[in-house]
């Protein structure tokens, strides 16, 4: 499909501050308290529920950063060029943070803490998979969607989620 916007650096821009913020905070290892405190963590998700921001902003290690930062440059740029620079920055910090919440949820009885930008990423993955199934609806004269036009976006989305995900220490939930 043609881009509906023109290409922006906004998407790309806010991934790159996530290199230059982990300039700043070390990676986990170094246990400085920028991940005491921004860490996303099941336990305090009631009484601490911004800790689900502010984990997309913290990285294991350079590696982590680097691959959120490549990938979620990509991803969120096209997402970028299909539903504006502004509405995709939202989109994936919005929708990354409900990622992170979820998380929370599915891990709270035995407890979980989760950094990084990943949900972020995966969002960008489920927003392009999202508005392919909109814009091929929109193109069809019926009103009719085939059954096709629903799986072949939700098929894509997965298999890049699946690619992206495959690392052991990928928190998939």
Do not use: C, K, Y
């Not at 982990?22 to 860490?39: D, E, I, L, N």
């Not at 963590?41 to 911004?50: T, V």
């Amino acid at each position: 499909d043609a881009p509906r916007h023109r290409e922006s650096l906004l998407v790309p821009l806010a991934f790159a501050a996530l290199a230059l913020f982990f300039a700043v905070t070390g990676p986990a290892a170094a246990h400085s308290g920028w991940f005491a405190r921004g860490t996303a963590d099941a336990h305090r998700l009631a009484a601490e529920p911004w800790r689900m921001v502010t984990a997309l902003t913290l990285h294991a290690d350079l590696p982590h950063v680097l691959g959120n930062v490549v990938s979620g440059a990509i991803f969120g740029s096209a997402v970028s060029r299909r539903i504006g620079p502004g509405a995709a920055l939202l989109g994936l910090v919005v929708a990354g943070t409900a990622g992170n919440a979820l998380n929370a949820v599915h891990h709270l009885g035995g407890g979980h803490l989760s950094v990084g930008a990943s949900t972020a990423v995966f969002a960008a993955v489920g927003l392009l998979a999202g508005t392919q199934i909109v814009l091929s609806r929109q193109r069809r004269s019926s009103r009719r969607r085939s059954l096709r036009e629903l799986l072949t976006p939700l098929a894509g989305g997965l298999a890049l989620l699946g690619a992206l995900g495959a690392s052991p220490e990928t928190d998939l939930w």
